[in-house]
């Protein structure tokens, strides 16, 4: 019966109790009508045979209600139970599903919408996983972008301060320069001046030289002249004392003569006289021919110093005028040059007025930027903690284990031997490149499983990663665990101070999607440190 009764649906167990009672009253109502009409009793035992059917009837419904009762209540408490835990979020427990009933085909469809959410939420958990490290990343660059920012919009500020007194040193430049360009123009002109009256000056001095030259040729033809007149001189001298003699003898002459020779003695004694007059009027002559000719010759010996001094004079009147004309035409050439600078200076200014007001126009982009940027940053991390909301949801979830649903057990002796494998590695090798490309490489011997090695700088940029070696480049200082703390500044400054040790902090299972607590072992070597860490 209870067999018979398990292979039944819910519907045709609900069915068989009415069907069993109106089965059996159909029944006794032919037996009833079939009796002969002399065995019939009176109304009173066909009254006690009805209520006798009904009670009977109404057992056998009884007893069939409660046999259903039985088979229906036990598959309702369980689906119920099921519920109730599914409320509490485990996901673990699941109905019987073998039955060809109702109840078969509701448990099947129980199991199939759990093992379907569960899934769901496993995959939820391992995208939050992905987009919690990739919004915690996106923070950390966001942070630093901003922070970039901010050093771009001082360095602008600075640059703008610096062009616009520019553009005023520029602009006093031309000022200066057209000033310098007319002070040029003006000893130019007085140059020229200059250059003329010297080339005055060495006419003047060539007609003077021409002068002193002739007057010096005067002076020595006057000398020739004076010695002439010497010559003369000393010709008449010389008729004098001759003529001296003359009268001498006359005298004596006369004196022989007597009384006759008296008059000519007179005339004699005159001669005489006139002899010795004109003897020493040549003497005076002599003499002052003699001092003439003297300071004709000091005259002709000064005069010929002042030709050589004129010939001087005009030498260096000439150099002068040469220099003049050079310092003329330097003056020409540096005009040209101040006129070049000036010019160049103008296009200068109105290149750095430019300048100016497109580092102004980049000095506001920059500043917009720099707001945006500080909005993503704090967008990012509204985001992280939304993805770290998601995960703690997630969590609340009890689901089913698989066959990898937990990481494999590593201890901290491995870490820290497959660190310092790792780091005698580098120091060993003379090409860190090299070793960083080995490192980063996912297939390499610094990957093992779920253990692989990364590398930073002590200023917190990854240039080495063997599990994402997207991450090579890129500033890891700001990122922070499930906490909110900067777990890797924590893991820097343990490598800047102490050298090598471990490192707590949260963060999100990749397997599990859970928030596990994690370490993380650290060794420096030169200026990077290299990491590996595991859950606990």
């Known amino acids: 019966m209870k067999t018979f009764l398990r292979s039944l649906s819910i519907t045709q167990k609900v069915m068989v109790g009415p069907y069993a009672a109106a089965v059996f009253l159909i029944g006794l109502g032919i037996a009833f009508h079939l009796q002969p009409a002399g065995g019939r009793t009176d109304s009173s035992s066909s009254g006690i045979l009805t209520v006798s059917a009904f009670l009977a009837a ?58 379907q959410f569960s899934d769901a939420l496993a995959g939820v958990a391992e995208r939050s996983n992905q987009i919690s490290f990739a919004v915690n990343t996106l923070d950390a660059t966001a942070t630093q972008m901003a922070r970039g920012a901010d050093v771009v919009v001082m360095e602008i500020t600075s640059v703008a301060t610096a062009s616009e007194e520019m553009s ?53 033809k006057l000398g020739e002249r004076s010695d002439q007149i010497g010559e003369i001189a000393g010709i008449i001298n010389e008729i004098a004392e001759q003529t001296n003699l003359l009268a001498l003898n006359a005298a004596i002459e006369a004196a022989r003569a007597g009384e006759h020779g008296r008059g000519f003695a007179v005339v004699a004694d005159e001669v005489r006289k006139l002899a010795e007059r004109t003897t020493g009027a040549t003497k005076q002559i002599g003499e002052t021919i003699r001092t003439m000719q003297d300071e004709m010759k000091n005259a002709v010996v000064s005069m010929e110093g002042g030709v050589k001094e004129v010939e001087i004079g005009n030498n260096e009147t000439g150099k002068s005028g040469n220099a003049l004309k050079e310092i003329l035409n330097q003056i020409n050439t540096l005009a040209a040059q101040i006129n070049q600078i000036a010019v160049a200076s103008e296009e200068q200014s109105a290149t750095t007025n430019e300048i100016n007001n497109n580092i102004q126009k980049i000095s506001r982009i920059m500043d917009t930027a720099a707001r945006n940027i500080s909005e993503n940053a704090e967008a990012s991390s509204n985001l992280s903690a939304l993805s770290l909301e998601l995960n703690r ?52 011997r610094f990957v093992k499983g779920d253990l692989y090695i990364f590398v930073n700088t002590m200023d917190g940029v990854t240039v080495a990663h063997g599990q994402n070696a997207r991450l090579v480049g890129k500033a890891m200082l700001e990122l922070k665990d499930a906490d909110g703390k900067y777990f890797m500044k924590e893991i820097t400054d343990v490598a800047k101070t102490q050298g090598k040790g471990w490192s707590d902090y949260k963060w999100i299972n990749p397997v599990t999607g859970k928030i596990l607590e994690k370490t993380t072992y650290c060794q420096r070597v030169g200026d990077v440190y290299l990491g590996c860490g595991i859950y606990k």
């Open 168 to 220: 005023a040193t520029a602009a006093e430049i031309t000022n200066n320069c057209i000033a310098a360009a007319k002070s040029s123009e003006i000893a130019n002109n007085s140059a020229m001046t200059g250059e003329n009256i010297i080339q005055e000056i060495i006419r003047s001095m060539g007609r003077i030289d021409e002068r002193v030259k002739e007057s010096a040729l005067i002076i020595h």
């Open 393 to 444: 949801l997630g969590n609340q979830f009890k689901l089913q284990d698989r066959a990898v649903s937990e990481m494999p057990s590593v201890s901290k002796e491995e870490v820290v031997l497959f660190v310092e494998k790792a780091a005698d590695y580098l120091k060993n090798s003379s090409d860190a490149k090299k070793v960083y490309a080995e490192i980063s490489d996912p297939h390499g």
């Open 58 to 115: 109404a057992i056998i419904v009884l007893l069939a209600g409660y046999c259903m009762a039985r088979q229906v209540r036990a598959p309702l408490k369980e689906i119920g139970e099921s519920l109730e835990i599914l409320v509490k979020g485990d996901l673990t427990r699941r109905l019987d599903g073998t039955s060809d009933n109702e109840f078969g085909g509701m448990g099947k469809n129980y199991n199939s919408f759990v093992e």
